[in-house]
């Protein structure tokens, strides 16, 4: 047998090997949540303030930091079920194009909600395109991810919405309950 062989051999037993010991790891990757339930949820976000920080501008790009306190309304399986608040730390970066600006937001919330010891905790990213001066856009999308706390804890929202025009903003996707 040959150097040449042995390498080939070699090489093809090292490839089997990581391959079988990543299979465990790509299939939980994969796969559906074992435990837990799906629900369908809506999420309808109503803006309540804006307080923004001083505009960092380097060529035709803007930064941007703030603080927004957003009114949700939660329907969970097409029922009217919770209300609250929810306050977003907010990061904007808007690049100043020809016909309008792009803005790209990370949005981490705290939403309590009312009644209730507890609430949800995640972030957001929205993307926005059309963007112009008097405020108004052309589309957005946005995916938020949200982890239950106190009489939430074990639950998961996973919502957003796909390319929409100007409008009210709700959020569609599930909730998922332990």
Do not use: C
Not at 137 to 143: F, I, T, V
């Amino acid at each position: 047998m040959g150097v040449r062989e042995v390498r080939r051999k070699l090489l093809v037993a090292v490839l089997l090997t990581a391959i079988m010991l990543a299979a465990p790891f790509i299939g939980a990757v994969m796969a559906e949540p074992t435990q837990g339930q799906k629900v369908p949820i809506t999420i309808t976000w109503t803006s309540i303030s804006t307080v923004p920080d001083v505009p960092k501008i380097v060529g035709n790009t803007v930064h941007n930091h703030g603080v927004i306190t957003w009114g949700v309304a939660i329907n969970i399986d097409y029922v009217p079920t919770y209300t609250g608040i929810a306050i977003a730390d907010r990061y904007v970066v808007i690049t100043v194009q020809k016909d309008g600006a792009n803005m790209k937001m990370k949005e981490v919330y705290d939403m309590s909600i009312d009644g209730e010891d507890g609430g949800f905790v995640g972030s957001a990213l929205i993307l926005m395109e059309g963007v112009m001066p008097t405020g108004g856009w052309e589309k957005s999308k946005a995916h938020g991810l949200l982890n239950g706390y106190g009489a939430f804890e074990g639950q998961t929202i996973n919502a957003g919405h796909h390319w929409a025009p100007p409008g009210p903003i709700v959020w569609t996707g599930y909730l998922l309950k332990p």
